[in-house]
């Protein structure tokens, strides 16, 4: 089953706080690890493909931080989940034809992939934006 990885989780917890702090400045990684539970060591690791990828922005100096580098309802899910890990895929055989001697032939294989391409089809469907409504709503 679709199982997200660490490195996923909680990329999407760092980007659902700053969007929870849009237009309020450059954010510390220490507060968004404050406010999320992460290990700010960590998140200083995600912070690399999610700048690389143009979903953040780093500010240096005493009141440096991160912040969006787009608006939130412009950045989906699945920017974030890509940007920290490779595509997605659910089984290997999904990803190349070398992977199972019986790719193309094979029922299950269809099932796993229109299973994927719903996956895929939610998270680019959803956006920062509807993730930070989301947040609001649950700790309301």
């Known amino acids: 089953?679709?199982?997200?990885?660490?490195r996923a989780r909680y990329a999407l917890r760092a980007m659902i706080e700053l969007s929870l702090r849009e237009g309020a400045g450059p954010v510390s990684l220490r507060e968004i690890a404050r406010a999320q539970r992460l290990s700010p060591k960590y998140l200083e690791q995600l912070t690399i493909p999610l700048n690389r990828a143009g979903l953040v922005q780093a500010e240096r100096g005493?009141?440096?931080?991160?912040r969006l580098a787009r608006l939130a309802d412009q950045i989906t899910a699945r920017e974030i989940v890509e940007a920290v890990d490779a595509p997605l895929y659910l089984l290997d055989c999904l990803r190349t034809s070398e992977a199972c001697d019986r790719a193309g032939a094979c029922a299950a294989q269809c099932l796993w992939s229109r299973v994927a391409q719903a996956v895929v089809s939610v998270l680019s469907e959803t956006t920062l934006a509807d993730l930070r409504d989301e947040q609001r709503a649950a700790t309301a």
């Open 62 to 66: 005493p009141a440096g931080g991160y």
């Open 1 to 6: 089953m679709f199982r997200p990885s660490t």
